[in-house]
T-cell receptor, first 113, second 114 residues
Framework: GQSLEQPSEVTAVEGAIVQINCTYQTSGFYGLSWYQQHDGGAPTFLSYNGLDGLEETGRFSSFLSRSDSYGYLLLQELQMKDSASYFCAVRDRDNQAGTALIFGKGTTLSVSS | NAGVTQTPKFQVLKTGQSMTLQCAQDMNHEYMSWYRQDPGMGLRLIHYSVGAGITDQGEVPNGYNVSRSTTEDFPLRLLSAAPSQTSVYFC?????????????FGQGTRLTVV
């Protein structure tokens, strides 16, 4: 089986930096992904870490430590439009060698001015 | 390029009715999945497929059937709708192992069972 833990809510102000943590337990591991979902919208892909270390994409970065079963999403220079839900997701060996993603329950980020 | 298309966008069913949620993708992706999203529960995997003719159960498969006769289409059937199936349903597709890890989602079907 698999489980992912992430905080349910995070609040921050415009221009700040926020980190959303994700810890996971899986029977196998093929990588950690992050998705963003605005209210009423579909999830959209942000980043993927298959190996340990930091991946940077503009204002967003994602980190993975496989030995700690831990990752985080770092959002810098926060803007109001970053207010959304953020999900970590893993590909797990249980699902036919990692073909389907398993998602955490999501972190709601609220950015205020 | 349409990506992943789900129909309908909204649906109201009476308890006991059956219906099929449609999902089609035009990216030639091997992997397709169905999720349901309920408040505070994240996205839960219902069924998934690794290619035409091959499907498997996810975390919450009871009350749902799927089939995959073509690469493009992956319909989800509700056999006898129950109020507990009131949810937002998302279909997703992804390329096979070795391609991009990005999954693409449809815009969702908002289903209410009364």
């Amino acid at each position: 089986g698999q489980s992912l833990e992430q905080p349910s809510e995070v609040t921050a102000v415009e221009g700040a930096i926020v980190q959303i943590n994700c810890t996971y337990q899986t029977s196998g591991f093929y990588g950690l992904s992050w998705y963003q979902q605005h209210d009423g919208g579909a999830p959209t892909f942000l980043s993927y870490n298959g190996l340990d270390g930091l991946e940077e994409t503009g204002r967003f970065s994602s980190f993975l430590s496989r030995s700690d079963s831990y990752g985080y999403l770092l959002l810098q220079e926060l803007q109001m439009k970053d207010s959304a839900s953020y999900f970590c997701a893993v590909r797990d060996r249980d699902n036919q060698a990692g073909t389907a993603l398993i998602f955490g329950k999501g972190t709601t980020l609220s950015v205020s001015s | 390029n349409a990506g992943v298309t789900q129909t309908p966008k909204f649906q109201v069913l009476k308890t006991g009715q059956s219906m099929t949620l449609q999902c089609a993708q035009d990216m030639n992706h091997e992997y397709m999945s169905w999720y349901r999203q309920d408040p505070g529960m994240g996205l839960r995997l219902i069924h998934y497929s690794v290619g035409a003719g091959i499907t498997d159960q996810g975390e919450v498969p009871n009350g749902y059937n799927v089939s995959r006769s073509t690469t493009e289409d992956f319909p989800l059937r509700l056999l006898s709708a129950a109020p507990s199936q009131t949810s937002v349903y998302f279909c997703a597709s992804r390329g096979s192992t070795g391609t991009s890890p990005e999954a693409f989602f449809g815009q969702g079907t908002r289903l209410t069972v009364v």
